[in-house]
Nanobody, 120 residues
Framework: QVQLVESGGGLVQPGGSLKLSCAAS?????????MGWYRQSPGRERELVAS???????NYADSVKGRFTISRDNSKNSFYLQMDSLKSEDTAVYYCNAEVYVLPTVFEIWGQGTVVTVSS
């Protein structure tokens, strides 16, 4: 079994910064291809915030371009979301997501979610 554990959420003032972390662990041999961060706020659907492939190609939602940075450390099966210049509309529950290879199968897993609140 493979699981994702998130950390780093909290309360921050507008204009501030937070860094989210997500680490994958498991009792079996696995590898991870694409990793991503999603968010969901009340009354809205879950949306992709940013994603990054194993090779380091990244992709961002228009709403966070230039403010958020996704990165990963393949040696630690971990990935991160640096969030700068935070706005109130960034308030949401953030979920990490990973495409996991346990040969010969491929499946998707989610973290438990971490709350980010941007408020003065």
């Amino acid at each position: 079994q493979v699981q994702l554990v998130e950390s780093g959420g909290g309360l921050v003032q507008p204009g501030g910064s937070l860094k989210l972390s997500c680490a994958a662990s498991g009792s079996i041999s696995f590898s991870i291809n694409t990793m991503g961060w999603y968010r969901q706020s009340p009354g809205r659907e879950r949306e992709l915030v940013a994603s990054i492939t194993r090779g380091g190609s990244d992709n961002y939602a228009d709403s966070v371009k230039g403010r958020f940075t996704i990165s990963r450390d393949n040696s630690k099966n971990s990935f991160y979301l640096q969030m700068d210049s935070l706005k109130s509309e960034d308030t949401a529950v953030y979920y990490c997501n990973a495409e996991v290879y346990v040969l010969p199968t491929v499946f998707e897993i989610w973290g438990q979610g971490t709350v980010v609140t941007v408020s003065s």
